[in-house]
């Protein structure tokens, strides 16, 4: 297939349908070993820990009945917290590899689907199909814009009308209540509609080799590319959604009986009625007053590895984009050196790094929201937890949604990287996706400690 400025054959877009296969089989063999094989034995060790918990709840609870000794009572009591310590720390380690595995099958079906799905429409494509010159419209002189976009539109406001139907659906399936599959239909529809719309726009793309890149002629953006631009807009409209995130978050801290204001001496408040995440996250932090929580440092260590994840891919998208934009680029010696020997292998990998550690955020943070759960901190939950809950999940969830949507978007350019390749002319395509990843980088730099560590 002519398209753009180089010729790309649509055997090249079968390479992304074998992408899909690999990926599948990634998800496959990690929902196999962990959330199947370690999480069955995490399990076993869940169950021997109630047991536990349960006959030392007896003893202690049958040693008050008969009037035992202080001493005896104090010691059983011991034991008996010790052992729910213990069923605790047990459910919450098979939470952990259960949850693991279920969410790499489930991102690495949506990975498949979306990378191979896109390859496969693209791929039956006719060579000469809807390319005229340059295949921007005839003009050999100007990239044009795409319908694409208008495409995508249409499937999200499809999967949006039909979102109610399918989480209601999803709920009934995963809790095993009898399903009407009919349900997902006009969501599905939309999901195949966004995918085959991002599909034409990767078809659009792949040729382009960084010519007759689109300026902006008029202020306040004159002489700055037009996709730079349009990004630009787009991320601070982004810092408007999270404003209202933070600025309920910050209400919820200030106004309400939360330990913090305690802490203050608001004279309103004489006790903790607000739990937040921070309280479930911190050791000990959740215990105030006798309320729920366990304050597990175990469900606060994913949030702390998920900084560290995401400051180190904003830096591999920089290694990344540096290396393409090297016009006399070496390689490196050593180690280094053997894995990236040319510099379509350098950027290709450096990606590949940036989507490995944004995927592990993704796992851990559903790894930390199945122990918070556990612990009780809900949405659903009345009285210390509810509102709080909802508050973080929201604004947790869709940071985390942002991450996922840069993901598959990244699963695109690791293609191109290994295809067409990126270099000193187009390396503006990881240039544009770098800003909006550094942005989501920086959202979570904010949120971390905010909602968790105060």
């Not at 001493?71 to 098979?94: G, M, P, Q």
């Not at 208008?150 to 399918?166: A, C, N």
């Not at 913090?260 to 959740?286: I, K, M, Y």
């Amino acid at each position: 297939m002519s398209g753009g400025e180089a010729h790309v054959e649509n055997s090249i877009w079968m390479r992304a349908v074998l992408m899909g296969g690999i990926f599948v089989a990634i998800g496959l063999l990690a929902f196999a070993t962990m959330g199947v094989g370690v999480a069955n034995m995490k399990h076993h060790d869940y169950e021997e820990a109630i047991h536990e918990y349960e006959d030392a709840k007896y003893a202690y609870e049958n040693a008050k009945a008969n009037n035992a000794s202080e001493a005896e009572i104090a010691s059983l009591k011991a034991a008996k917290d010790d052992a729910h310590h213990h069923e605790v720390e047990a459910h919450l380690s098979y939470l952990t590899w259960r949850t693991a595995g279920i969410t790499i099958l489930l991102m690495c079906m949506t990975y498949a689907s979306f990378i191979g799905l896109g390859g496969f429409l693209n791929s039956i494509f006719p060579d000469d199909h809807g390319h005229d010159n340059h295949g921007y419209g005839g003009d050999d002189h100007e990239h044009h814009g795409s319908g694409s976009p208008i495409v995508f539109s249409l499937g999200i406001m499809l999967f949006l009308m039909g979102f109610p139907s399918f989480q209601e659906t999803l709920g009934h399936m995963l809790s095993g209540v009898d399903a009407d599959l009919g349900g997902l239909g006009l969501s599905m529809l939309g999901l195949l509609i966004v995918t085959a719309g991002v599909a034409n726009w990767w078809r659009e793309d792949l040729p382009f080799i960084g010519n007759h890149e689109q300026i902006a002629t008029s202020d306040p953006f004159e002489g700055q590319h037009i996709r730079k631009a349009g990004l630009w807009v787009f991320i601070m409209s982004e810092v408007m959604v999270f404003a209202t995130f933070f600025s309920s978050y910050l209400r919820m801290r200030t106004e309400w009986c939360t330990q913090w204001q305690v802490n203050a001496g608001n004279e309103n408040c004489t006790a903790v009625d607000t739990l937040t995440a921070s309280d479930f996250l911190r050791p000990n932090g959740g215990m105030l007053d006798g309320l729920g929580g366990q304050g597990d440092f175990m469900t606060l260590l994913p949030g702390a590895i998920n900084t560290f994840a995401l400051i180190i891919s904003s830096y591999t998208i920089v290694l990344a984009l540096k290396t393409a934009k090297t016009k006399d680029w070496q390689a490196p010696e050593g180690m280094l050196g053997k894995l990236m020997p040319t510099k379509k292998a350098a950027v290709r990998n450096y990606l590949i790094a940036t989507f490995l550690l944004g995927s592990m955020f993704i796992v851990l943070k559903l790894v930390e929201w199945s122990h918070l759960v556990a612990e009780g901190f809900t949405i659903g939950a009345s009285g210390t937890t509810g509102q709080a809950a909802s508050i973080f999940y929201i604004a947790t969830g869709a940071h985390g949604l942002h991450v996922f949507i840069g993901l598959l978007v990244m699963l695109y350019l690791i293609f191109k990287a290994d295809t067409v390749g990126f270099d000193e002319k187009n390396g503006q395509g990881i240039e544009y996706f770098g800003l909006y990843w550094h942005f989501v980088d920086l959202a979570w730099v904010v949120i971390f400690p905010a909602f968790y560590l105060y």
